[in-house]
């Protein structure tokens, strides 16, 4: 174990580490209000940011966290991106909040509906989740930390979705993998490493989920990522298994493919 904050024996039990990357670099925040960065080597850090703020995500390479902040010292906490110099690069104007962050991609929510913002110019652009035109209700959990620009999450209706956010296309994962209606409740964890697509989800029953897919990219495009999210992964072979039972019974496992 590594000490957060505070001098060895003590531990501030106000701490809480919300996410972790690939080099052991965690964050978080102290009492809800003062945004945390941890490294695995045991230095810590509050970014001073002068108003109530929290981190719930880092990237890659330690070059962007993600998280909320209140706008103003109003009591709205909206959606917030820091950069590696602790310098805040994006307040959202709305409520909501960005739950994952990586490059000049985050995702989240903005006033409770499934968002993600893009970063053009130095400007961060909010796009929707929308179904013929019209957004939808729910939030966006996860981005791909490898460049590949999918993300995942769910809708409040009760479908569990990713998301294509560089052609702004979604799919209701589901359907996509001939399982039940109401099997699943969200996407919380995406992967992808050339032609292999994972998926980490949660169950409705409190089960959790692999999903894995292998995919073709068309047409051929140099650089890492997918063109189109629904027609690679609907030709993809899906293998599921449900990794933990619902709480208060025996462990199980299963798998369909």
């Known amino acids: 174990p590594v000490q957060v904050i505070g001098p060895a024996p003590g531990l501030n039990p106000d701490v809480f580490l919300n996410a972790i990357n690939k080099d052991g670099t965690a964050v ?11 490294t695995s ?16 995500s880092i990237g890659s390479d330690n070059t962007r966290f993600g998280g909320e902040s209140n706008l103003g010292g109003l009591g709205s906490m909206v959606g917030t991106v820091f950069d590696q110099a602790d310098t805040l ?17 985050a995702v989240g929510a903005q006033d409770g509906y499934a968002a993600y913002w893009v970063r053009v110019d130095g400007l961060y652009e909010v796009h929707f989740v929308e179904e013929f035109g019209v957004p939808l209700l729910g939030e966006l959990l ?28 979604w799919s209701d994962v589901e359907k996509m993998a001939d399982l039940a209606p109401g099997t699943l409740s969200a996407i919380v964890g995406v992967d992808v490493e050339g032609d292999q697509i994972s998926f980490a989800a949660a169950g409705s029953d409190l ?17 890492p990522g ?15 298994r449900s990794r933990v039972s619902r709480r208060g019974a025996a462990l199980t496992s299963t798998r369909a493919s």
């Open 28 to 38: 978080g925040d102290e009492g809800g209000t003062l945004p945390l960065v941890s």
């Open 41 to 56: 080597g045991g230095t810590s850090r509050h970014i001073a940011v002068g108003v109530d703020a929290r981190l719930t």
């Open 89 to 105: 690069i994006f307040q959202d104007l709305v409520q909501g909040i960005v739950w994952d962050a990586e490059g000049d991609i």
């Open 142 to 169: 996860a981005i791909d930390h490898r460049g590949a620009q999918v993300a995942g999450g769910y809708l409040q209706d009760g479908r569990a979705i990713v998301v294509d956010t560089d052609n702004d296309r």
């Open 207 to 223: 089960s959790s989920w692999d999903i894995s897919a292998t995919f073709s990219k068309y047409p051929p495009v140099p650089g």
């Open 226 to 240: 997918l063109l189109v999210v629904p027609p690679l992964i609907f030709a993809g072979l899906f293998s599921l």
